[in-house]
Nanobody, 124 residues
Framework: QVQLVESGGGLVQAGGSLRLSCAAS????????MGWFRQAPGKEREFVAA????????RYADSVKGRFSISRDNAKNTVSLQMNSLKPEDTAVYYC?????????????????WGQGTQVTVSS
């Protein structure tokens, strides 16, 4: 089993930045793809960004390309999401996920383990 704990969420003004972190425990996630997803009130959970187990491949939702950057540190069993130029529509609960795929999938079903989420609120 893998336990994932997100941190770094908060309230920020539009145009600001936040850095989310996800710490894994229970077993190493160095062989897992890692992804970030988000869910806004009344909406379905959606893909944000993913990184392959090696870090060699990344994938981003069109809505965050050029603004968000995903990275990982396998030695520390962590994955991060740097979010710049934040917009009010980025407001959501952000979830970290781990899955065995190998191709940085953007599909929810590709991920087996999920964190509890961290709230990001962007004010206009």
């Amino acid at each position: 089993q893998v336990q994932l704990v997100e941190s770094g969420g908060g309230l920020v003004q539009a145009g600001g930045s936040l850095r989310l972190s996800c710490a894994a425990s229970g077993r190493t996630v160095s062989s897992y793809d890692m992804g970030w997803f988000r869910q806004a009130p009344g909406k379905e959970r959606e893909f944000v960004a993913a990184i392959s187990w090696s870090g060699g491949s990344t994938r981003y939702a069109d809505s965050v390309k050029g603004r968000f950057s995903i990275s990982r540190d396998n030695a520390k069993n962590t994955v991060s999401l740097q979010m710049n130029s934040l917009k009010p529509e980025d407001t959501a609960v952000y979830y970290c996920a781990a899955g065995p795929g190998g191709w940085a999938s953007g599909l929810i079903r590709a991920y087996d383990f999920w964190g509890q989420g961290t709230q990001v609120t962007v004010s206009s």
